[in-house]
């Protein structure tokens, strides 16, 4: 299948720094990506839908200036958690859609994301 | 709104034996699909099985097969002879059919911890 590759796998940062987190489609081109964040021993939450050369699309409280979603080519798109917060610890996980069909998104393997 | 709720948050099963993962979700849309997630300890998401709504047969993957009642909107899983690796967290998700870059969008439900039992 689709190989979708998601860097860092872990991260941690001070709190007030910024951190990207990459997601990249590396075997097909992706006009969409999706971007979920995942509480401990919680489902996955939509973030946002990014389409290739647009404008992300944020879900409802989301704060779209801490969490800014750049999809500049069809196959990288990228998080940056602004002015990072404890509260901001989670795990985050994209997922990239190939455009050519009728296929599922396919997800990448997630970053562990801590603020200290 | 979309919703999809798993009641079960966690269930175990003996090793061979068979177990069944309850779904239920509401939507007003008459065509969507339907999906069961497998999140194992490594985090990555796989994609266990699906079944389109029009479909009325039931869609099987080896030994994981669903129970899909359109009517009811409930969507199980059943895992036959269940093995150690089966052991994750199971999603159910739901997303509508037609066309469009939203349309891919996902929404999932709390999930099922399943232990396996050797």
Redesign the interface.
Known sequence: GAVVSQHPSRVICKSGTSVKIECRSLDFQA??M?WYR?FPK?????MA?S?EGSKA?YEQGVEKDKFLINHASLTLSTLTVTSAHPEDSS?Y?C?A?DFRGNT??F?G??T?LTVV | AQTVTQSQPEMSVQEAETVTLSCTYDTSESDYYLFWYKQPPSRQMILVIRQEAYKQQNATENRFSVNFQKAAKSFSLKISDSQLGDAAMYFCAYRILYSGAGSYQLTFGKGTKLSVIP
Do not use: D
């Open positions: 006009t969409t999706f995942q919680q489902s996955l939450m939509l839908t389409n699309t795990f996980i997922s859609r599922e998104a997800f393997q997630g562990r």
